[in-house]
């Protein structure tokens, strides 16, 4: 199983960036997928997932601002990310199956 990221970048406060994560090797549309952030010294958190159903979850702290999709004919999970905040600077890194397989991680930098 692999998952690439990308779409990360460097954007300035109340910009937007659209993540991107492609699945391989394995039925994508079965799995809960969902996007993960850490920054150094601190615990991978959860940014939100989407069940196979659809059904989506976001941490408090993106509610209202980040939106989570999939396309399951391209086996890919996408993170629409609007209004950033300095706050959101971190890795983000794509889960398949609630943390059971690891894409690379894609670097998001918000300037302020």
């Known amino acids: 199983v692999q998952l690439q990221a990308s779409g990360g970048g460097l954007v300035q406060a109340g910009g937007s960036l659209r993540l991107s994560c492609k699945v391989r090797?394995?039925?994508?549309?079965?799995?809960?997928v969902g996007w993960y952030r850490q920054t150094p010294g601190k615990q991978r958190e959860l940014v939100a997932t989407?069940?196979?159903?659809?059904?989506?979850n976001y941490a408090d702290s993106v509610k209202g601002r980040f939106t989570i999709s999939r396309d399951n004919a391209r086996r890919t999970v996408y993170l629409q990310m609007n209004s950033l905040k300095p706050e959101d600077t971190a890795a983000y890194y794509c889960?398949?199956?609630?943390?059971?397989?690891w894409g690379q991680g894609t670097l998001v930098t918000v300037s302020s």
């Open positions: 889960s398949l199956g609630s943390g059971q397989y």
């Open positions: 989407i069940s196979s159903g659809g059904a989506t």
């Open positions: 090797g394995t039925n994508f549309s079965i799995y809960t």
